[in-house]
């Protein structure tokens, strides 16, 4: 695995503030969205970081597209988090923002790889 992987690094980062938010709503006594948000929040690293390993090119896409979810998803439960008022809006702004900059780096990445290489003509496998 390359030491300067963006994606690696940054979806890394997105889980453990996700931590920290989960740790934040627990003491709130919020437990079922905090749990949702947890698993969702750091389920992308952990396929970003399985992708590294993929077997093939459709590995690879799989847990991309998988990491890709899980930060829709994601999204979707800190937009409830805050339209429900359990989180404050400079918090929110600031994690949805690093959420929604994953979501466009796996867009592209999924996007990337589905499209046909230029060098995938015969011979050159």
Not at 44 to 66: C, H, P, W
Not at 94 to 108: M, N, T
Request: aromatic share 8%; proline share 2%.
């Amino acid at each position: 695995m390359r030491e300067d992987n963006i994606i690696v690094d940054k979806s890394k980062a997105f889980a453990l503030r996700i931590m920290k938010l989960h740790d934040y709503l627990v003491e709130r006594k919020i437990f079922t969205l905090s749990e949702q948000v947890l698993k969702s929040g750091t389920s992308i690293g952990a396929n970003v970081r399985e992708a590294t390993a993929a077997q093939s090119r459709n590995d690879f896409l799989a847990k991309m597209y998988i990491a890709f979810k899980e930060a829709v998803e994601t999204e979707y439960w800190l937009e409830l988090l805050y339209e429900g008022g359990k989180i404050e809006t400079a918090a929110f702004e600031s994690i949805v923002s690093d959420c929604r900059e994953l979501i466009r780096i796996l867009s592209s990445i999924t996007k990337t790889t589905k499209s046909p290489r230029s060098d995938s003509s015969p011979g050159n496998s």
